[in-house]
């Protein structure tokens, strides 16, 4: 949505930036706009004005004014049509062909137009992950299938509701990653994300199917990917044989360059290091990706591991200050150019270390809530097995149950965990399937399982020694 032109909100809440009808109130130049149809034309040799409108996700009377342009520089021809369809083709000229030659060199990017910076300023501000408040009804509704401490969960809705960074730790295989992972599901929205934005002249992909997962409903026709830009219709006014203009229709709810999606969870662990926080350029392919922060606006960033990365805890500290105090990033393109970014999401560092190892009590301060993650008791532990037990089809059995408890747990000092029951019985499970045998959980089975699971350092594998083990 530029200064220009007005937002949609519908009664669900659901943001839809209006359509530019104008090159002018897209936000962007003249320059990118040719630039980015002239290497779509380069790409695919020939386009009609309709297949302009479906890869550059602009509305025909947009297109119609690009295309007048490049007709005008002599940029494109219209070539020889021998279907019966009376549809324009375009294709580049050799003028065009060296303009998009160097248009390519400069950026290798070629796919929807962006949008300009300040609309996603505006955007990331309506869809503010902040804005809805959360209670324990809610926290209770999200996390009714787990089993979890009361106090933790008030905790993270307390956190969510602050706004500030959140510090989890505690030992590893304790539920932290799993359990705020779950966060986005508090908030029951989604929000928009432009397939890309633009500094100036220069384009940073944002969109990343791998973490933006597109809410179908919202696109309208079913047989268009939902990555891709959909509902734009009609005939080309340019081959309208009247000679007036018939500008392409698009679906006039929402700016096709923006994709609703669910609330993006970005989660890094030990392979974080410090380049990954700003633009990464491709010199290859000559393109600029948004950093893992930029591409986490409106959802939750979750730092795991923290302690493990190659970077020091210090340095990724450090990084953070500025945005988590004053809800904003600053990047910097190759060229130089420095500009500001919203940073608005959920800061989540977790870690199986002490926090005072990591940090000093100056900069834990900054950090609002530090949540700790224990050990389990036998009562919320038996939960969580009889859970997993009909989840893998297998009869719960007490007796066998107790076994786990008395003579593998306290008999080897090894402390009751959440991701304990799981591997366990999928461990179980594999060794029945294997056999050839019922899926029924007996104590040798079990205790082979327990053998398989944890490491025994001891010679003689006895089934009661005490063992080592390595939580992770």
């Known amino acids: 949505m530029t200064s220009n032109e007005s937002s949609a909100i519908d009664s669900d809440n659901s943001f839809r930036p209006s359509v530019p009808a104008s090159m002018h109130t897209t936000g962007l130049s003249e320059r990118l706009l040719t ?19 479906q890869k550059l996700a602009l509305s025909g009377s947009v297109v119609d004014e690009i295309l007048q342009i490049l ?4 940029l494109i021809e219209v070539r020889p049509n021998h279907s019966i369809s009376a549809t324009l083709r375009y294709g580049l000229t050799e003028r065009g ?9 400069q950026s290798g990017y070629i796919g929807p137009a962006p949008v300009p910076l300040e609309d996603y300023h505006q955007q990331i501000k309506h869809h503010s992950i902040h804005r809805k408040i959360v209670d324990r009804d809610l926290i209770d509704q999200v996390f009714s299938s787990f089993v979890i401490e009361a106090n933790i969960k008030d905790q993270l809705g307390m956190a969510v509701n602050s706004g500030r960074a959140i510090f989890i730790y505690g030992p590893a295989g304790s539920g932290k990653t799993y359990t705020i992972s ?20 220069t384009i940073i992909e944002v969109f990343d199917p791998l973490i933006h997962e597109t809410i179908e409903q919202f696109q309208s026709d079913p047989n268009v990917s939902s990555h891709s830009p959909t509902n734009i219709s ?6 309208n044989p009247s000679g007036k203009s018939a500008s392409l229709l698009i679906d006039r709810h929402r700016d096709p360059r923006w994709l609703l999606c669910k609330r993006p969870v970005v989660l890094c662990g030990g392979e974080l290091t410090m380049d990954m926080l ?13 950093p893992l922060q930029l591409k986490a606006n409106g959802g939750i960033f979750i730092i795991d591991d923290m302690g493990r990365q190659k970077p020091t805890p210090a340095e990724i500290f450090n990084r953070w200050i500025v945005p988590m105090e004053e809800k904003r990033d600053f990047l910097t393109l190759g060229s130089g150019r420095h500009f500001e970014v919203p940073f608005d999401q959920i800061l989540i560092f977790s870690s199986n270390l002490n926090p005072l190892d990591l940090a000093d009590e100056a900069f834990l301060r900054r950090i609002g809530y530090k949540i700790r993650f224990d050990y389990l008791t036998p009562a919320a532990y038996q ?7 009909r989840q893998h089809e297998i009869p719960f059995d007490q007796g066998v149950f107790d076994f786990l408890i008395q003579d593998l747990h306290n008999k080897n000092n090894t402390p009751l965990l959440p991701c304990h029951p799981r591997d366990l019985l999928g461990i179980a499970s594999d060794h029945a399937y294997y056999l050839r045998e019922p899926d029924v959980m007996t104590e040798k089975r079990l205790h ?24 992770s």
């Open 234 to 239: 009609s005939p080309n006014s340019l081959a």
């Open 278 to 290: 700003d633009i990464q350029f491709n010199p290859a392919s000559r393109q600029y990706q948004a």
């Open 35 to 53: 630039q980015l149809c002239c290497k779509h034309l380069y790409e695919s040799g020939m386009l009609t004005a309709h297949d302009l409108t």
């Open 71 to 74: 007709r005008r520089d002599a």
């Open 448 to 471: 082979w399982a327990w053998n398989t699971y944890f490491v025994n350092l001891n010679e003689e594998n006895q089934p009661h020694s005490q063992l080592r083990r390595d939580d």
């Open 383 to 389: 939960a969580i097995w009889e859970n997993q037990c």
């Open 97 to 105: 062909r060296a303009m998009s030659l160097d248009a390519l060199a």
């Open 182 to 201: 779950q966060l986005p599901g508090v908030f029951g929205d989604h929000c928009a994300i432009p397939y890309a934005i633009a500094i100036d002249d």
